[in-house]
T-cell receptor
Framework: SQTIHQWPATLVQPVGSPLSLECTVE??????LYWYRQAAGRGLQLLFY??????ISSEVPQNLSASRPQDRQFILSSKKLLLSDSGFYLC?????????????FGNGTRLTVT | AQSVTQLGSHVSVSEGALVLLRCNYS??????LFWYVQYPNQGLQLLLK??????LVKGINGFEAEFKKSETSFHLTKPSAHMSDAAEYFC???????????FGTGTKLQVIP
């Protein structure tokens, strides 16, 4: 069966520090991968999605970036965090090319920028 | 572009009462629609998805949703609420770009004992 791992579960970082959140998927090949952010009192905002290694689509211009160095690995990064980067970050995967394929989510990372 | 709208950011029901959470979609093409549930500090879990095979879709935990093209709606219902149903619920759809999934703003369900 397929599983998705996301870590760390919680993170407290000072403003201006770098960020690296990692997500890996097991049990499937060539998945679509997604990063969402959920800010307090707001819905889910799609940040990045990837349909293959090295293929990243950015949805929102900001100081975050994403990379997909391996087929089932998706990394969210920042060189310098802002207070506004605080939120709940969710990684998800879906079957490539399937418009009826639902997203499968990790357990999320709670990021607090102080 | 495909999008979904959830009416009501908070819904309160008594335990045992009917649960109705509203979702409307906008698009001129057949939609691909989903309902998810999120418990505090957890990821989202799929409740059900619309496959176009049937207008009434049954999901997990006793939830179901009815696709109504004439009303562009995909409302989520459950005949009898349980305390464990207290969570946030999101309607979602594909659209607005290749392989993109967009979510509604969510509805927090409170179940009153």
């Amino acid at each position: 069966s397929q599983t998705i791992h996301q870590w760390p579960a919680t993170l407290v970082q000072p403003v201006g520090s770098p960020l690296s959140l990692e997500c890996t998927v097991e049990g499937t090949s060539n998945p679509n991968l997604y990063w969402y952010r959920q800010a307090a009192g707001r819905g889910l905002q799609l940040l990045f999605y990837s349909v293959g290694i090295g293929q990243i689509s950015s949805e929102v211009p900001q100081n975050l970036s994403a990379s997909r160095p391996q087929d089932r690995q998706f990394i969210l990064s920042s060189k310098k965090l802002l207070l506004s980067d605080s939120g709940f970050y969710l990684c998800a995967w879906s079957v490539a090319g399937g418009f009826n394929s639902p997203l499968h989510f990790g357990n999320g990372t709670r990021l607090t920028v102080t | 572009a495909q999008s979904v709208t959830q009416l009501g950011s908070h819904v309160s029901v008594s335990e045992g009462a009917l649960v109705l959470l509203r979702c409307n979609y906008s698009s001129s093409v057949p939609p691909y629609l989903f309902w998810y549930v999120q418990y505090p500090n957890q990821g989202l879990q799929l409740l059900l998805k619309y496959t176009s095979a049937a207008t009434l879709v049954k999901g997990i935990n006793g939830f179901e949703a009815e696709f109504k093209k004439s009303e562009t709606s995909f409302h989520l219902t459950k005949p009898s609420a349980h305390m464990s149903d207290a969570a946030e619920y999101f309607c979602a759809s594909y659209g607005g770009g290749y392989q993109k999934v967009t979510f509604g703003t969510g509805t927090k369900l409170q179940v009153i004992p």
